[in-house]
């Protein structure tokens, strides 16, 4: 497993205490592995999921760290988004 899925799941996890999100996501960041998010947090995992957000790692981190906005970088192409798209704004105000 890469330390980006490593620090990913981390970051997530912090993101995720206290939020209301009851759906499934996953994380598939280009060359480095997957992430799956649920009520119960985020892990390294690559199962079935609600919606699947596709980036490369410079574009997650980005989102990540709160240098760029979900919403922004889906528009541009960076972010693909395939599956839910309610689910999609749901996991974009958590990341915020």
């Known amino acids: 497993m890469s330390d980006i899925v490593n620090q990913a ?9 206290g939020a209301d999100f009851d759906g ?3 994380f598939d960041i280009e060359d480095e592995g997957t992430v799956m ?4 947090g985020a892990r390294a995992a690559d199962e079935e999921a609600d919606v699947t957000l596709s980036a490369d ?4 981190q980005a ?6 906005n979900p919403t922004g970088a889906f528009m541009s192409g960076k ?3 395939d599956g839910d798209m309610g689910m ?9």
């Open 37 to 40: 998010m649920d009520s119960t």
């Open 9 to 17: 799941v981390t970051v997530l996890n912090e993101k995720l205490a």
């Open 79 to 81: 972010l693909k988004i």
């Open 88 to 96: 999609a704004m749901k996991l974009a105000s958590v990341l915020s």
């Open 63 to 68: 989102i990540l760290s709160g240098d760029t």
């Open 57 to 60: 790692a410079e574009t997650f």
């Open 24 to 26: 499934t996501a996953k």
